[in-house]
């Protein structure tokens, strides 16, 4: 099996990672940013963590927690071990599955509790306003998928009710995001548990 693809994919999405984690770090840590007012508690971790750390390191730490994310996502989309994609499109879709559900009124209360489930409906109507609705109700969808997933597999999916959750990268649905890269770099590849 050639794994060339992935190869180069990892170290690109490593670097695009640190990018994105670090943009929102300077993003969240700004005095007026709106973290600050919304989740002051977990923005005093942040700084707590990021003095420990150091910048660097807590920028790497939750680039590489991200990164596993996504990877162990969908490794079980592609699998079938999730009801529907949290990263993956159905077949002949452009959209991961689990947004497109929501988009259609569809979402699993297993996953998501009732206040962030009228979050993503009002963001997806329209009666939330946002500059980004979808990626604000995806990004929603992938923490509570993550979460659920935190039952079955602790030491990969923590509960995230923390910075981690803050620093996720913004870009998740267009076709330069890590998500679509990492589809179109293991289209080539075998990801079963062989």
Known sequence: MDTSKLKKFAQAARQ???????SK????????????????LVVNQLEKAMAAQGK???????????FNRFCALRFMDVNGYNRVGVVSP???????GIL????????????????????????????????DAQ???YRLLIVGACNALYERMPSMFERIQDFTELLMPDDLLSENSVLA??????TSVSLSPS
């Not at 159905?90 to 991961?96: P, R």
């Open 16 to 22: 695009d990672l640190l990018e994105q984690v670090g």
């Open 25 to 40: 770090l300077a993003f969240v840590l700004k005095p007026e940013s709106s973290a600050r007012r919304e989740y002051p």
């Open 56 to 66: 660097r390191g807590l920028i790497d730490q939750v680039a590489y927690t991200w």
């Open 90 to 96: 159905a077949e002949g879709a452009t959209q991961a």
């Open 100 to 131: 497109a559900e929501a988009k259609s009124g569809v979402i699993d209360d297993t996953q998501s509790t009732q206040k962030d489930i009228d979050q993503i409906r009002g963001l997806l109507s329209g009666s939330i306003p946002s500059q």
């Open 135 to 137: 990626s604000e109700a």
């Open 181 to 186: 890269k990492m589809r179109k770099a293991d």
